[in-house]
């Protein structure tokens, strides 16, 4: 796919070398792998996670969840999870795109955008998906402006928030609607589980 293609060059870009790196824009943080790597325990926030290029695999309790280029995970509150790079090479490296996701930003379109109908909540934190070619030309706008500062200000949060209306308007949209709820049960597994984590480092620090 053409869009793709070109989301995974400009990431290629800007990630030159292998792990995460921040951008100039702030949510947005781009990964490279050149290699398969082992499983590996993290706590994941919520947040866009796109695939351009490559293959990796998320396990969440007895679920796998997979992966491949244009397929994008939704996370909806901090979840411990356990991931790893299934598919990169040196010359077509695994590339990955993280968007975390604003509060205010999402509760704000979310009381505009309408729900989809027919798309009931599930109360699990993470799903995956296939990108829309829609949902693909948010993402490329946004990543574009890496290589205009000038606009960036300006337009950066426009093409963040098209990123999020996508969702809010696709079969991801009741789960991202609950990430605002503060009663919420997503909402309260996340709080408890923030709380776990904090007291854990407290305890060993």
Request: with cysteine.
């Amino acid at each position: 796919m053409e869009k793709l293609s070109k989301i995974a060059a400009l990431i290629a870009r800007n990630a030159s070398k292998d792990g995460f790196h921040a951008t100039p824009i702030e949510r947005v943080t781009l990964a490279r792998s050149s290699t398969v790597t082992m499983p590996m325990p993290s706590v994941y926030r919520p947040q866009l996670c796109l695939v351009a290029q490559g293959g990796k695999e998320v396990m969440l309790g007895d679920r796998v969840f997979t992966y491949a280029p244009g397929r994008y995970g939704v996370v909806t509150y901090d979840l411990p999870a356990t991931g790893h790079v299934v598919e990169a090479t040196p010359d077509k490296p695994y590339l990955c795109l993280y968007l975390d996701f604003d509060p205010v930003m999402l509760g704000d379109l979310a009381q505009r955008v309408p729900p989809p109908p027919g798309t009931p909540f599930l109360p699990i934190g993470k799903t995956v998906s296939e990108a829309g070619s829609s949902l693909l030309d948010a993402v490329l706008r946004l990543l574009r402006l890496l290589d205009d500062p000038a606009a960036l200000p300006v337009l950066g949060p426009l093409a963040e928030q098209e990123i999020l209306y996508r969702l809010l308007a696709g079969p991801d949209g009741a789960r991202m609607r609950h990430i605002t709820s503060s009663q919420g049960r997503v909402a309260q597994v996340g709080r408890a589980i923030a709380w776990i984590g904090q007291n854990f480092r407290e305890r060993f620090s």
